[in-house]
């Protein structure tokens, strides 16, 4: 049934709604619009209830246990989506297993100036340079704080917390202080499972100090002093070579971090294979299928060598549930998704989520969690 529901709902989406967004609106107006459209629809009564019983699936074998957090399904909304964390209940619906909501900075940002998005469809992928617009952390946490903690227990929430996108965050003991002034409002909110530090932002006034070893352990020991309760992960860059990347993650494993969000936007364009034409003016970095074999391939190498002291949220490139097995079976305990949601339509989560099932029963695993790592 949901085989039928999801495949009805995809032809509509990819034949009548992404067309009109796509050809019609700039990129930047359609984020706009699904995001006032989320808003619209969430106060509908029983739209969510609807949503739910026609997209998202459950199933026991999808159920998991991290860090103490408890997960319907593997499959989360990647950080960028939901900056200001609008859409909870929505996102909660549509089916996916955890969101990451943000990233979020201490002080309210603009932004980059416009446009913050250039399509590459044949890539599928998008080149993004929104320069961490956000509502700042006070007036998010406001939001956050009116949604029901004990529906919050049912959906994850992790909050990616980044440095604010301004000259005077260019100073390190700044940047530092931004971050943890952000982690102080939000450290006490029951609604929030667990942090994610954005350390790897492009574009941004600054760039990305916090990933070379001795700053990140600047960064780090000024966290683990937060004493935060909640488990931690670091947002990775994706385009350092594993010698640098490993760099980072030993300076990590010597924290109070649980884990690793593996990675962020590619950079890098000399070497990603386009189909579509990227002008040199765009300004921006890749999502989607360029970042697919960085990620893939610095989630086996992390795996291999921290094994089960890092968790590890595999991120980049998942467009279906072939791509975020792979991702589980080379040591991702949870993945998460933006583009292919934007590309394909939200009814993908649980078309994921049920395809995933079948991968796992094709393989002869009892549950999700048996087939972490199974391929290092
Ligand atoms: C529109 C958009 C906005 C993003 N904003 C953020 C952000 O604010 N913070 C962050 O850590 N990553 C951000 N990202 C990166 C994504 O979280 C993700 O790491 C990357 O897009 C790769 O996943 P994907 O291929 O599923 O899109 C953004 C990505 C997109 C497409």
Known sequence: MIKLISSTTSYLYKRAFKP???????????HTNILIAGSIWQKIPFANKLLAGVWAY????????IDGIRYPNPVGLSAGFDKNIRLLPTLKSVGFGFMTGGSVTYDECD?????????????????????????????????????????????????SVAKTNSQGTCVD?????????????????KQISSFEINISCPNTFGGEPFTTPKRLD??????????LQKPVVIKMPIDLHWKEFSALLDVIVDHDIRGVTI???????????????????????MSGLPTQKLSDDLIRQ????????????????????????????LGASLVAIVTSMIFEGPQIVGQMNSDLVKLL????????????????
């Open 263 to 285: 990675g962020n936007l590619r950079k890098n364009r000399s070497e990603a294979k386009l189909t579509d034409t990227l002008p040199n003016e765009v300004p921006g970095n």
């Open 20 to 30: 009109v967004m796509f050809k019609v609106l700039p990129p930047d107006n359609a």
């Open 218 to 227: 600047a960064l780090l020991s000024a966290i683990d002093a937060l004493q």
């Open 58 to 65: 459950k199933n026991p074998t999808l159920e998991q246990t």
């Open 361 to 376: 029963e094709r393989d002869g695993f009892a549950s999700i969690s048996d087939a972490i790592g199974s391929q290092v």
């Open 302 to 329: 992390t795996y291999k060598k921290y094994g089960d002291r890092l968790t590890i949220i595999g991120v980049g490139g998942i467009f279906n549930a072939e791509d975020a097995y792979r991702k589980i079976c």
């Open 173 to 189: 003991a700044e940047a530092i202080a931004d971050y943890v002034g952000s982690l102080r409002h939000l450290k006490k909110q």
């Open 111 to 159: 932004g980059n100036p416009r446009p913050w998005f250039y399509r590459l469809p044949k890539s599928k992928s998008l080149v993004v340079n929104v320069g961490l617009a956000n509502e700042g952390v006070k007036r998010i946490r406001e939001r956050v704080q009116r949604y029901p903690s004990w529906k919050a227990n049912q959906f994850p929430l992790t909050v």
